[in-house]
């Protein structure tokens, strides 16, 4: 109708009736690859994520981390997530083992969950949930050591920051094509054969158990936490809590 001569989509997708070409839509490697194949066999290699964060967000951020005397090199903690079985429930007992400052990031919808993260490490928790905009949370993740995160937004949010990534995978893996893509990244989950039990997790796990999630120990996250950080931070991270 926008007299449009070329329409490019992917093959049973519900408008491809209106597209030109279809292309089929591979069922593995990341939806980055995915959608580039959208471009043709000639498309150029994934380019690096960044979101062009300009010297207003990073003040916000640097203000924010300096009226509570953070420095940079901090960890970040995201333990929120719209579905309810990504959400991994140890967090606060994560945040207890770290030895370091800890900032938590996420929603208004997420203050409760990180309540309980401060809760459990008072002096060194902060969060900001629902404190700050979405480009301003990225510039704050930029200048965190490593974000551990359930498989939600923050992971991408880190990616294009910079910020290596612990994931934390639980109804969903990323052979569905949403994991983490850095060379320091780490994504953990257990083995299960009730694994994946959907495309996005459901909000109650289907066999009521969660042991994809509840499996998942804090000693194995604090070991991934510490093997993305550098020397120095190695001596405040205590692997055996």
């Excluded at 924010?64 to 079985?85: C, D, K, N, Q, Y």
């Excluded at 990504?86 to 770290?98: F, G, I, V």
């Excluded at 965190?144 to 991408?156: K, Y």
């Excluded at 990534?165 to 054969?193: H, I, M, N, S």
């Amino acid at each position: 109708m926008a007299d449009i001569p070329e329409r490019v989509g992917f093959a049973g997708a519900a408008p491809a009736l209106a597209y030109s070409l279809r292309v089929p839509r591979a069922r593995e490697g990341h939806e980055v690859e995915r959608l580039l194949a959208l471009a043709g066999p000639g498309a150029l290699p994934a380019p690096d994520v960044a979101l062009g964060l300009t010297p207003a967000d990073r003040a916000v951020a640097d203000a924010w981390l300096a009226a509570r005397g953070i420095e940079p090199g901090f960890v970040a903690l995201a333990p929120g997530s719209i579905w309810g079985t990504k959400r991994w429930p140890y967090y606060p007992d994560l945040a207890a083992a770290l030895g370091r400052p800890i900032v938590v990031i996420g929603s208004r919808d997420d203050a409760e969950l990180a309540a309980a993260v401060v809760a459990a490490a008072p002096g060194r928790a902060h969060s900001a949930a629902g404190e700050l905009d979405l480009r301003a949370a990225a510039a704050l993740l930029g200048r965190a050591s490593v974000l551990v995160t359930n498989d939600s937004a923050p992971l991408h949010l880190a990616t294009a920051a910079g910020t290596p990534v612990v994931v934390l995978f639980g109804p969903t893996v990323p052979a569905q094509g949403f994991g983490p893509r850095g060379a320091a990244d780490r994504a953990l989950g257990v083995t299960l054969g009730c694994r994946p039990c959907s495309a996005h997790g459901p909000q109650v796990c289907p066999l009521v158990h969660h042991r994809c999630m509840r499996d998942l120990p804090v000693e194995q996250v604090v070991r991934a936490v510490a093997a993305t950080a550098t020397p120095e931070d190695r001596l405040a991270i205590r692997p055996g809590h």
